[in-house]
């Protein structure tokens, strides 16, 4: 965590590094500060598309979780150094052409497009982070959001680059503006990438659905199957974000983790839980629905690891991950020894029991029925402290995947138990 906060503060602070080393002269302090709070404010908004967890490399590389925590500060430090940007800005103002001044050190512009953006886009990072935070709580499609922020944010970038380049003392530098406009291509480019290109390939290898089944009141179990052999090449515990009946270019598409095996053929099966707009119409979905798969995305795979054992914490439908990895465990033969702890609210929601109980899982719950004489509650301290060992704690992998209460809890039980991140693995069904 430490170390992708380092990189992001690197990358955020490289164009103030680099505006301040192409020149000489340097303007009164407080002008200075103002321009550093745009430079920030500026490459805050180009590193928030590249973390915004749909960039491939980057949601292999890191933890998703982290990826969005940051994706959520980095907007907030755009939030406030734009914010504070211009209220620094005091000095001579001039409109129009400078030739008297080429490097803008001597004067403010006043042109009234150079302000425009800049105002336009001051006005709207605030409504646009604000929006973020609070779009869970109003009353709209995830789907019609998730057009809003993209659209919104390249609108922002726009805006931005133009201010930055007929506005700004350091970008009167060629260096600076290029840099600029390549950071705004990298940005549009992902949205690009994620939109369209991507799409593109979607359409290309069409999937269908091959085996739509229940396999617990509110549990699903949907298989889909490439139509022209392209194999999917993925490893156990990834996610890919899926659509079913509707285009390739479809904004909705929805994560899942994918709950197969590789090593169990070129299909993928995925546990999906009711919830919403979409997941809570999976019984109207037929065999032979197409389908297009988008990833694999995710690091929770437990491959080239070396520890001994492995053990998984799954709450509820954070079983899925867990179930790819099983599976692929047990068809690989691998000699790792495994631990399940497996928390649901009642005792009909633990999904494939009979495959796992061989495992002889910790099955916990929450609210269980008179029969139940299994652990009852939650995955709490007092239930790690009683079910993990010294041994476990020193030396095993750790996997979880559950709501974040849960996850919270477990981590930070792990965390006083001196078992490092790198043992960790970690994933909230949430992208926020
Ligand atoms: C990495 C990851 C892996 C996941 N794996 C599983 C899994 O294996 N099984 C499972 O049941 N659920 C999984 N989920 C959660 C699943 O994606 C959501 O429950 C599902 O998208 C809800 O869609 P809906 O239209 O039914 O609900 P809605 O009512 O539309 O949305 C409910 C909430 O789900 C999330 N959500 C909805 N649509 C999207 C979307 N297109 N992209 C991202 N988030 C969205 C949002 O937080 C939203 O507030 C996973 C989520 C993530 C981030």
Known sequence: MIQ?????????????????????????????????????????????????????????????????????????????????????????????????????????????????????????VPS??????????????????????????????????????????????????????????????????????????????????????????????????????????????????????????????????????PADGEHLTFLIKELGDFTNNLSRIQVGARAYVNGPYGHLTVN???EPGIVMIAGGVGIAPMLGIIRELQLTNDPRQMQLIYGNRDDSQIAFKDELDPLDPLYVIAEPTAQWNGARGVIDTELLQKNLSQEQLHNWLFVLCGPPAMLEGVEDYLRRHSVPESRMLSERFNFG
Request: with cysteine; proline share 3%.
């Open 4 to 124: 992708l906060y380092s990189i992001l503060a690197a990358c955020i602070l490289a164009p103030l590094v680099a505006s301040w080393l192409s020149v000489d002269i340097y303007r009164a302090f407080s002008i200075e500060v103002g321009s550093a709070l745009g430079i920030i404010g500026f490459s805050t908004i180009l590193i928030a598309f590249l973390i915004s967890g749909r960039t491939r490399w980057i949601s292999n590389l890191i933890n998703i979780d982290q990826a969005m925590r940051a994706h959520r500060i980095v907007g907030i430090i755009a939030l406030g150094t734009v914010f504070l940007h211009p209220f620094f800005f005091t000095g001579s103002l001039s409109g129009g052409d400078r030739p008297w001044d080429p490097t803008r050190v001597l004067t403010i512009t006043t042109d009234f497009e150079a302000m425009a953006s800049g105002v336009i886009a001051f006005l709207l």
């Open 304 to 306: 080239n690891r070396n």
């Open 128 to 261: 646009f982070v604000l929006l973020a935070i609070w779009h869970s709580k109003l009353e709209y499609r995830y789907e019609t959001w998730r057009w809003i922020h993209a659209i919104g944010g390249c609108v922002l970038v726009g805006l931005v680059l133009h201010h930055t380049l007929t506005a700004g003392r350091y970008s009167s530098q060629e260096v600076i503006a290029l840099l600029w406009v390549a950071g705004s291509i990298v940005a549009f480019a992902s949205i690009i990438d994620s939109r369209f290109i991507r799409g593109l390939s979607k359409q290309q290898n069409p999937w269908s659905v091959t085996k739509i089944e229940q396999v617990t009141p509110k549990q699903w179990s949907l298989t889909v199957s490439p139509s022209n052999n392209q194999k999917l090449k993925y490893q156990a515990g990834q996610f890919a974000w899926l659509t079913i009946e509707k285009g390739p270019y479809s904004m909705e598409e929805h994560p899942f983790s994918i709950s197969s095996a």
